[in-house]
């Protein structure tokens, strides 16, 4: 199957949107995104279109990438449709790599499902390595009330503070510039406590936590997640969190979700093309 690639400037958002249902058809977790879920998402990730690609096979889309930047580049999406998967995968991220090596891109990115095996050794053998592993969580469990009242908190004065004091070392998608564009709201407990809550569906998402440092290893984060459980039952996050915070939540009244991810990182030097 020959495969010509073509930058996604060249599609509207409802076209983007269908390619990339199209490509996660008979996915290994069931993939739908509305155009408005589609733009929103990724353009708060920093989507670059000119970077993103469509590859046709004649006039028919066969399979997509989709690239967002925030310094360095992160596969926010890569799939293929089906008849495709087995043959193509490889070249394609192999074409995807060297686009952005070729523009001194150092550095990339990309989130991939712990089950899905096949993709997670294709990357491997690309030359990516597993930088986190990624969960989300649910709280199911009422524990006893926290004492202190949760309020409101203004969302870019937070943004400012933890960026400069996160300095990278947070996944992708926990970074806080991630909630700028965001429809979100932060609340604190006691003004050294805070959570991000997107609220773009709904019911509220438990998207980002942040204590400021000289409060931090008191016990607040778990009282913040109680509070937010009590205020939001069955309040959840995306898969986004290191599996390192799993003791928080469950403290918290928080169970773990079975869906798991990497995310994965490669020096583009190292890119493997065999």
């Not at 060249?10 to 996660?24: E, K, R, W, Y």
């Not at 490889?90 to 995807?96: G, P, T, V, W």
Request: overall charge neutral; hydrophobic content about 50%; proline content about 6%.
């Amino acid at each position: 199957m020959e495969l010509t690639a073509v930058p996604a400037t060249q599609f509207s958002s409802v076209q983007l949107t269908d390619i990339l249902n199209a490509c996660f058809e008979a996915y290994l977790v069931p993939v739908t995104q509305s155009v408005e879920g589609f733009v929103q998402r990724f353009s708060a990730e920093g989507m670059s279109l000119v970077d993103s690609r469509v590859w046709l096979a004649g006039d028919e889309p066969a399979a997509i990438a989709i690239v967002a930047r925030r310094g360095v580049p992160l596969a926010a999406a890569f799939a293929l449709r089906p008849a495709a998967r087995q043959r193509l995968g490889r070249k394609l991220m192999q074409e995807l790599l060297m686009l952005l090596q070729q523009q001194g891109i150092e550095t990339v990115f990309l989130e991939v499902i712990r089950d899905n095996h096949a993709a997670v050794a294709l990357y491997q053998s690309l030359g990516f390595t597993r930088r986190y592993g990624l969960c989300g969580y649910l709280s199911t469990e009422l524990l006893a009330p926290v004492p202190g009242v949760l309020q409101l908190y203004p969302t870019l004065s937070l943004l400012r503070r933890a960026i400069e004091e996160s300095n990278s070392q947070l996944p992708w998608l926990l970074d806080p510039l991630t909630f700028a564009t965001l429809p979100c709201q932060v609340v604190t407990l006691e003004q050294r406590a805070f959570a991000v809550l997107t609220t773009a569906g709904s019911r509220p998402v438990l998207s980002f936590l942040w204590v400021e440092p000289a409060a931090r290893r008191r016990g607040l984060a778990r009282e913040l997640l109680m509070a937010l459980a009590q205020q939001f039952p069955g309040i959840g996050t995306s898969v986004t969190v290191p599996e390192t915070f799993t003791p928080l939540f469950a403290a918290a009244g928080y169970t773990p979700l079975s869906l798991q991810q990497y995310e994965m990182t490669m020096d583009l030097a190292d890119a493997k093309s065999a």
